[in-house]
């Protein structure tokens, strides 16, 4: 399955409306409880467009975690196709296909709002390894900051293909998501099978023409640089990388 910037932006816009049809306003601040997923892309964008911000959290962590942190981010809205969570979750909710089905023809709604460079974009909470997660806001500017950063140091650029692999509730996910689309790169999103370390992973990435990857050194351990020739870019992250991973990584066309 496959989509086009055009479809994934006519997609969100048509989103932005329903998601203030169900009464979201500017500043306001929507939790996105989604698989890694073109839909899960579609609903920050959407959220975004319609002037307010997003907190991105992972469907697999247990009801216990998610509740206090969409208490903390004060939610308005929670956009999520999990069963468990629809069931169990008291939070005005709305899925994915309520937001396809509705409003209906947006040219007959109101303009959506115009977004200024201090508004809040999105909220990420810390791992909570020293006690309760704690949010960070991040305003619209920082955005196109770190995708100007990021097309350079990363070489990411409409030729590229950037591999979606982070949780949805770590920040890291924002530079393999909204980041490659701001350079007009793709995005090659695994699903729970290919995501597992050594073959898999490396035949999802071989497959999908993936150039560029943002893993932790413990899972580049795991996999064979020869499996993945295509690989241009690889950023060692979130853990201290040993140099033995960066020789075994690097060759003349791969940095």
């Known amino acids: 399955q496959s989509t086009t910037y055009c ?13 203030r049809q169900n009464g979201v306003r500017q500043g306001d601040i929507v939790a996105v409880i989604l698989p890694r997923s ?21 469907p697999e962590h247990p009801i216990g975690r998610l509740k206090p942190t969409l208490n903390a981010a004060d939610t308005c809205l929670v956009i999520t196709d999990d069963h468990q969570i629809l069931s169990s979750l008291d939070n005005p909710m709305v899925t994915p296909a309520a937001l396809d ?16 460079p201090d508004d809040l974009a ?8 020293t006690g309760q997660p704690k949010p960070v806001a991040i305003e619209h500017w920082g955005l196109p900051n770190l995708a100007l950063a990021h097309s350079k140091l990363f070489d990411l650029q409409p030729s590229k293909r950037m591999l ?14 909204l980041i490659p689309l701001a350079t007009g790169a793709a995005i090659a999103i695994p699903n729970a ?7 898999p992973l490396e ?11 943002t893993l932790v050194p413990s899972l580049l351990a795991a996999l064979d640089p020869t499996a993945v ?15 033995g991973i960066i020789e075994r990584w690097h060759t003349p066309n791969r940095r």
Request: with cysteine; glycine share 10%.
């Open 7 to 19: 479809a994934l932006w006519a997609r969100a816009e048509h989103w932005a409306h329903a998601i």
């Open 38 to 58: 073109a839909e899960a892309i579609t609903a920050q964008l959407a959220i975004l467009r319609a002037g307010a911000a997003f907190v991105s959290l992972d």
């Open 101 to 116: 089905r509705g409003p209906g023809d947006t040219r007959m709604f109101s303009p959506l709002p115009v977004i200024r």
């Open 122 to 129: 999105y909220l990420v909470f810390t791992s909570g390894s």
């Open 164 to 177: 979606n692999f982070a949780s949805p509730a770590f920040d890291a996910a924002i530079g393999e998501t």
């Open 193 to 199: 099978t290919e995501r597992q370390p050594g073959a």
């Open 203 to 213: 035949g999802f990435i071989d497959r999908a023409g993936v150039t560029t990857v």
């Open 229 to 243: 020739p295509g690989l241009s870019t690889v950023v060692a992250m979130g853990e201290a990388c040993p140099p």
